[in-house]
């Protein structure tokens, strides 16, 4: 897959133990599409493992998650962004207490967290943090994030904003 996409013109970083593909090689990590793969850990020690390929659904043109399918994954990285994002489906009224018991025990026990306590800290590893302090290029600041590309379509992916 990295040698499809350095032809399409997108550079290759290694960042933070994940793979990020940017549209040159000058582009900010945080504009940069992290290819996540089904079944498979994003790091060694998560909780779970991402959903099956199967875990989506078919639009025609593209298969997007289904909602379980998004939660498991906010849950499993549980970055600040991602307890934002859980959050945000909780004020919508898409996810409540009623998940508890459909989710492996450490995602749920993190999801209660979040129920119990919306706006508190994770108690969990720091490699979890969304905020990179090493492993970029000597010409980029010291500090960048990264997000997860959710909208891919075929070899062009759109960055994250």
């Known amino acids: 897959m990295r040698n499809v996409l350095e032809a399409e013109g997108f550079a290759y970083w290694h960042v933070a133990g994940i793979n990020v593909f940017l549209d040159s090689a ?3 990590v945080r504009d940069g599409a992290h290819i996540v793969f089904a079944g498979e ?23 997007v998650l289904d909602l379980p399918a998004l939660v498991q994954i906010k849950l499993t990285a549980f970055r600040d962004k991602d307890r934002t994002h ?15 018991p459909q989710l492996p025990e450490a995602l749920a026990a993190r999801l209660a967290s979040i129920l119990d306590d919306p706006f508190g800290q994770p108690s969990h590893s720091p490699t979890h ?6 492993g970029l ?25």
């Open 26 to 28: 000058g582009a900010s």
């Open 41 to 63: 850990l994003v790091r060694p020690g998560e909780p779970t493992e991402n959903p099956p390929i199967e875990a989506g659904v078919d639009t025609g043109e593209f298969r």
């Open 86 to 100: 859980i959050r945000d489906l909780i004020e919508v009224g898409l996810v409540d207490e009623s998940w508890l």
């Open 129 to 134: 943090q969304s905020t990179c302090y090493a």
């Open 137 to 161: 290029p000597e010409e980029w600041p010291a500090k960048r994030t990264f997000g997860i590309q959710t909208d891919v379509k075929l070899a062009r992916i759109s960055p994250i904003r």
